[in-house]
Nanobody, 128 residues
């Protein structure tokens, strides 16, 4: 089992940047592919980005491609989401999630219900 704790959220002006962190407990962090999701008020939770076990593969939602970067440092049991050129529509609670799925081809198709573990979320607010 793994526990996930997000941090780094806050209030930023449009065009600004934030870096979210997700710290994982346990000694098997590298066994999990990781994802970031977000949920805006009144909307469903949506996929943002995913990263493979070693970090060699990444995948992004079209809405954040070119602006957000997902990365991980397995030695620190941490996954990051660097968010640049933020827009008001990026305002949401951001969640990290871990999956035991062993196929990258499957990871990029997973729905949020297929992720095994979730953090509690961190609020990101982008003002116009």
């Amino acid at each position: 089992q793994v526990q996930l704790v997000e941090s780094g959220g806050g209030l930023v002006q449009a065009g600004g940047s934030l870096r979210l962190s997700c710290a994982a407990s346990g000694r098997t962090f590298s066994s999990y592919a990781m994802g970031w999701f977000r949920q805006a008020p009144g909307k469903e939770r949506e996929f943002v980005a995913a990263i493979s076990w070693s970090g060699s593969n990444t995948y992004y939602a079209d809405s954040v491609k070119g602006r957000f970067t997902i990365s991980r440092v397995n030695a620190k049991n941490t996954v990051y989401l660097q968010m640049n050129s933020l827009k008001p529509e990026d305002t949401a609670v951001y969640y990290c999630a871990a999956t035991l799925q062993s196929s990258w081809a499957r990871v990029i198709t997973l729905s949020m219900n297929e992720y095994n573990y979730w953090g509690q979320g961190t609020q990101v607010t982008v003002s116009s």
